[in-house]
């Protein structure tokens, strides 16, 4: 059974799409495309089906990596899933994912597997501006999530 990574933020168009690019991108270069599935969803249904926020387009472009994933809002049964981490971006995300799901056990906050201690949640581009930041946070934090888990399942 495939492994599914999905990342979860509010509007789906900043962070969590960027989480979700970057995995990707490093799932790729570790080879575990067949054992692991990429996704990201938001808590609120406000950007369904826009693309990414420009913000987190060009910085992804700058980085080489592509992304076409359009908005969508998390349903209640994905989150019960029991192949499924739900990584949230901040305390907020990681509530509403609780309230909607009594399956906690594999629900995280992205930063738990940083490097950094700049703090527990990944700041809010849509309002900070600050796409640069958060793209090294998360960066980062995504390598950490990527041993995690491998070393997790066995793979
Ligand atoms: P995200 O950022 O949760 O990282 O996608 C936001 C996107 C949109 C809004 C807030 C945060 N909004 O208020 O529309």
């Known amino acids: 059974m495939k492994i599914r990574v999905l990342f979860v933020c509010l509007g789906n168009i ?23 599935e990429v996704d990201s969803a938001g808590t609120s249904s406000w950007h369904v089906g826009e693309p990414a926020h420009p913000g987190t387009r060009k910085i992804l472009a700058r980085n080489g990596i592509s992304y076409s994933g359009t908005s969508r809002s998390i349903d209640r049964a994905e ?30 906050r992205l930063l738990e597997f940083s490097t950094q201690t700049a703090g527990r949640d990944v700041p809010d581009p849509y309002y900070s501006g600050d796409f640069d930041l958060v793209y090294t946070l998360v960066e980062d934090a995504c390598r950490g999530l990527l041993k995690a888990i491998k070393d997790w399942e066995g793979i």
Not at 19 to 34: D, I, K, P, R
Not at 80 to 108: C, G, P, W
């Open 79 to 108: 989150l019960s899933d029991d192949h499924t981490y739900v990584i949230a971006m901040d305390e907020s995300n990681e509530r509403q994912i609780k309230s909607l799901s009594q399956k906690h056990d594999r629900v995280f």
């Open 14 to 36: 900043c962070r969590s799409p960027m989480a979700e690019a970057v995995f990707q991108q490093l799932v790729n270069e570790a080879g575990l495309e067949t054992e692991i």
